[in-house]
């Protein structure tokens, strides 16, 4: 029986309780936000969006998140935080929440989403970029200082700054909503090299970025099985690919999206713009 989900917009305190508890499964106590603070955001412009399987009418899923102004002084919605209960990932889930999201900030005149993720997470990369058409021009070193939830304790919170630009030709050829331009990303040359095997790969030689059209950056697939048997391996992997994407961005370059062949690692895909 294929299981079918309904997306809910949530304002009500009771069924928040459904979201803190997706927030203490995926990032353990340390990571969940205080249900008062989740009312107060919400009934001040925010939103939170649930995921509810029909059968069992359980939350298994939410994404949340409130206005932002940039340094221009214009106006985003910073999506904060989504989950999805490891019971129903790959289920399309994610993609799904996002799209009521920016529906929702479309409905409130907005027209910008951002948020954050882990450089190393090239999977949840997939669908932030090649499935919604997200952009990244910036790179936050230790962002949020040390971070003692499951996912995020032991190594340096490195993130990305994605920009969603809700109505615009990339984003709308992600969504199928115009026509995709297609593109060359397999003719980019890999800028960094790595040994050993796919499940625990060392990175080895970087090369310069060079005045080309686009390259690519090899990314582990599973960061966090490699974490659970080696953190300074994963710590390797932090310190050389922030050095190579700082360097892009510096240099001109966009992260537009993600290549996964079938064995070997994944990569990034950076563009000039």
């Known amino acids: 029986m294929s299981l079918e989900f309904t997306y809910k917009y949530i304002d009500d305190s009771s069924e928040l ?76 889930i994610g993609k799904q929440l996002k799209l009521a999201q920016r529906q929702w900030a479309l409905d409130y005149g907005y027209d910008q989403i951002k948020w954050t993720v882990d450089p190393l997470e090239i999977r949840n990369g997939y669908l932030n970029l090649n499935k919604l058409g997200g952009v990244v021009n910036t790179y936050l070193p230790d962002y949020y200082g040390t ?78 099985r490699i974490k659970e048997i080696n953190t300074e391996l994963v710590k390797e992997w932090r310190i050389i690919t922030r050095e190579i994407m700082m360097s892009a961005f510096k240099a001109g370059y966009s992260l537009v999206g993600v290549i996964r062949p079938e064995t070997g690692l994944n990569y990034y895909v950076f563009e000039k713009q």
């Open 147 to 224: 971070m003692t939830d499951k996912i995020n304790n032991g190594i340096r919170s490195d993130r990305l700054l994605l920009e969603w630009n809700l109505d615009s030709g990339r984003v709308n050829q992600a969504l199928g909503i115009k026509k995709k331009v297609e593109n060359f990303w397999h003719t980019y040359r890999s800028i960094l090299h790595w040994t050993g095997s796919e499940n625990a790969p060392i990175p080895e030689t970087s090369f310069e970025i060079q005045d080309e059209q686009g390259f690519l950056l090899a990314i582990p697939k599973e960061i966090q």
């Open 17 to 92: 309780t459904g979201i803190a508890d997706i927030q203490s499964l995926v990032w353990g106590e340390d990571g969940v936000i205080p249900i008062p603070l989740m009312v107060a955001t919400i009934n001040s412009g925010g939103n939170a969006i649930a995921a509810i399987e029909k059968n069992s009418d359980k939350i298994v899923g939410f994404c949340y998140g409130f206005p932002g102004m940039d340094r221009k002084r214009k106006p985003f919605i910073y999506s904060h935080m989504l989950a999805i209960h490891p019971d129903y990932r790959n289920a399309g």
